[in-house]
């Protein structure tokens, strides 16, 4: 069984962050240890909520406590997605020094979540800084949405060959793998929802159908993000667990705009997770 170090959010009602990411790990059959970077009642995106960002000190208190049982070499991955404070960025680049310096073939998965006003997704100044300027250059794997591309790359990123050039500039950064959450109205085809991958030997695009919702759930980046790294850990190739990924979460998304509700159903699109019923697949494209 493989083992992944989530340091992300946390809300009480509903999904986004680690309460997005968790359960599709371990229906995966991934062990994750939580680790929230802050507990909040529910998501910002509802425009109010109440809670707090844990202190920073909190992840190197916790990592320590750990490997002080020396389990921290059982780590396999570090997952970083949402982060409270600027603060914390450094200290989740810290833990995973310490997770590779027990494990030397552990990797690190970069959920670079920058914010996003006009939705209403609110992160601390210094958050986005800390991304470009330190996680990136240590991350295995980053998954970026099309606003965190071009905050990533530095490029405009209008259109999609735009898009190819800003994923190529990002493997030159330190990450071995980028995926592409999402690539908005930069994509193709305007009524699909278009994902990329990138690694050493190309660059792959895929296709799903954009669910039209009253209000865009929230967590699905975690979602993806979650799956992709269960994948990739349990053994399937880079190409297999694009694809798995992104079949299970437009599931989910079917699931969930079914069902009328604005929280992901993660619980009731447990068995789709595990085998997609969609059987998109990823195009080589460079």
């Keep these: 069984m493989k083992h992944i170090l989530s340091i992300q959010s946390h809300v009480v009602y509903g999904y986004a962050g680690n309460k997005s990411a968790t359960f599709p790990m371990q229906l995966l059959g991934v062990d994750v240890w939580a680790l929230n970077t802050v507990q909040f009642s529910n998501h910002t995106q509802y425009g109010k909520w109440t809670g707090m960002v844990i202190p920073k000190e909190q992840i190197g208190e916790i990592v320590r406590g750990i490997d002080e049982i020396n389990a921290l070499a059982e780590c396999d991955a570090v997952l970083s997605g949402y982060i409270g404070s600027a603060e914390q960025v450094a200290e989740i680049v810290k833990a995973f020094e310490q997770v590779k310096a027990r494990n030397p073939k552990a990797v690190y998965l970069c959920d670079p979540v920058m914010g996003h006003p006009d939705k209403g997704c609110i992160v601390a100044d210094g958050v986005k800084e800390g991304l470009i300027n330190l996680a990136m250059a240590k991350a295995d794997i980053i998954t970026p949405n099309l606003v965190e591309l071009r905050e990533l790359s530095g490029l405009a990123v209008e259109n999609f ?101 604005y929280e992901l159903q993660t619980i009731a699109a447990r068995e789709v997770i595990l085998v997609p019923k969609s059987h998109y697949q990823a195009v080589k494209i460079a």
């Excluded at 190739?237 to 079914?258: K, L, R």
């Design 161 to 261: 060959e735009q898009a190819i050039e800003a994923v190529k500039v990002l493997l030159t950064k330190g990450p071995k793998k980028v995926l592409v959450k999402h690539l908005s109205r930069v994509g193709k085809n305007a009524d699909q929802f278009e994902m990329l991958l990138a690694n050493e030997d190309g660059i792959w695009h895929i296709s799903r159908p954009l669910h039209a919702f009253p209000k865009e759930p929230v967590g699905v980046g975690d979602l993806t993000a979650g799956i992709f790294l269960a994948n990739v850990l349990n053994g399937k190739s880079d190409i297999d667990a694009f694809e798995h990924t992104a079949n299970a979460v437009n599931d989910v998304m079917e699931i969930t705009h079914q069902s009328g509700r």
